[in-house]
């Protein structure tokens, strides 16, 4: 069965520094990999996608993620947060892209002045 | 906003009760997904709908069932309800694609369970 680990519980960034958050899956062929952000309160928002191609994709707000097959990763990246990106954070995958995601545990932004 | 409307935006009802909840999906899409997320399992999948037809289930209760109407519209029935059963429930739609694409969430309905 597939799934998906995002080691971090919490990170505490500093405003305008940079960002990474980890997350690997288990799946057996090739996944259909998503980063999805919520924000308190609202519904889950996608911040980009992989399907195929580019192992770099480039998503919404100056975030991007790499596929690395190897390490079965797909780690998100933001060079420079803003206050704004404090956030729940979720890594997510499925085996076809339009079947059900199996998602990440999440992992809290916190940003500090 | 992503195009999924759910309503309503919160629900509080006791033990025992039923209560259903409605998704009204992207214009176009045909694909209707219901999750389920709590602190302590998480977001999970509950059963997916596409166009009409049950088209998979996850980790969904007997208690639970669900359904798609002709004009797309998605309703999520839970009954004999227990306190936990409180979560927040998100319906997304998606168009079906061979190529695969993504799921547009709606804002959640928040369950409250007494």
Known sequence: ?113 | DSGVTQTPKHLITATGQRVTLRCSPRSGDLSVYWYQQSLDQGLQFLIHYYNGEERAKGNILERFSAQQFPDLHSELNLSSLELGDSALYFCASSVDKPTGDEQFFGPGTRLTVL
């Open chain 1, 1 to 113: 069965a597939q799934s998906v680990t995002q080691p971090d519980i919490h990170i505490t960034v500093s405003e305008g520094a940079s960002l990474e958050l980890r997350c690997n899956y288990s799946y057996g062929a090739t996944p259909y990999l998503f980063w999805y952000v919520q924000s308190p309160g609202q519904g889950l928002q996608l911040l980009l996608k992989y399907f195929s191609g580019d192992t770099l994709v480039q998503g919404i707000k100056g975030f991007e993620a790499e596929f690395k097959r190897s390490q079965s990763s797909f780690n998100l990246r933001k060079p420079s947060v803003h206050w704004s990106d404090a956030a729940e954070y979720f890594c997510a995958v499925s085996n076809f892209g339009n079947e059900k995601l199996t998602f990440g545990t999440g992992t809290r932004l916190t940003i500090i002045p």
